[in-house]
Nanobody, 115 residues
Framework: QVQLVESGGGLVQPGGSLRLSCAAS????????MRWYRQAPGKQRELVAT???????NYADSVKGRFTISRDNAKNTVYLQMNSLKPEDTAVYYC?????????WGQGTQVTVSS
């Protein structure tokens, strides 16, 4: 059974930082590309960052230079380090994996950037 569990969200002031974690189980994590998405109120879910099994990364233009995706294969965990946060980063953040042709999502973690 594939399971993704996100953590690390919260309330932070503009300019602050947060690190999100997504712990995976039920998959061969080391060979699985992992993705972070976010969904703001009234908006479509958008892809934020991707990391391949080899560690190559890609980012949405809106977060380049501020967010860093990384993975720890020993812990079956993918991270999203978010720096210089802006109010427009407020959203529910989800991790996702495509495994055996199926899409699996975590439950999401709320990030609120506000003074």
């Amino acid at each position: 059974q594939v399971q993704l569990v996100e953590s690390g969200g919260g309330l932070v002031q503009p300019g602050g930082s947060l690190r999100l974690s997504c712990a995976a189980s039920g998959i061969i994590f080391s060979s699985s590309p992992m993705r972070w998405y976010r969904q703001a109120p009234g908006k479509q879910r958008e892809l934020v960052a991707t990391i391949t099994s080899g560690g190559s990364t890609n980012y949405a233009d809106s977060v380049k230079g501020r967010f860093t995706i990384s993975r720890d294969n020993a812990k079956n965990t993918v991270y999203l380090q978010m720096n210089s946060l802006k109010p427009e980063d407020t959203a529910v953040y989800y991790c996702k994996v495509i495994y055996d042709g199926r899409h699996y999502w975590g439950q999401g973690t709320q990030v609120t950037v506000s003074s």
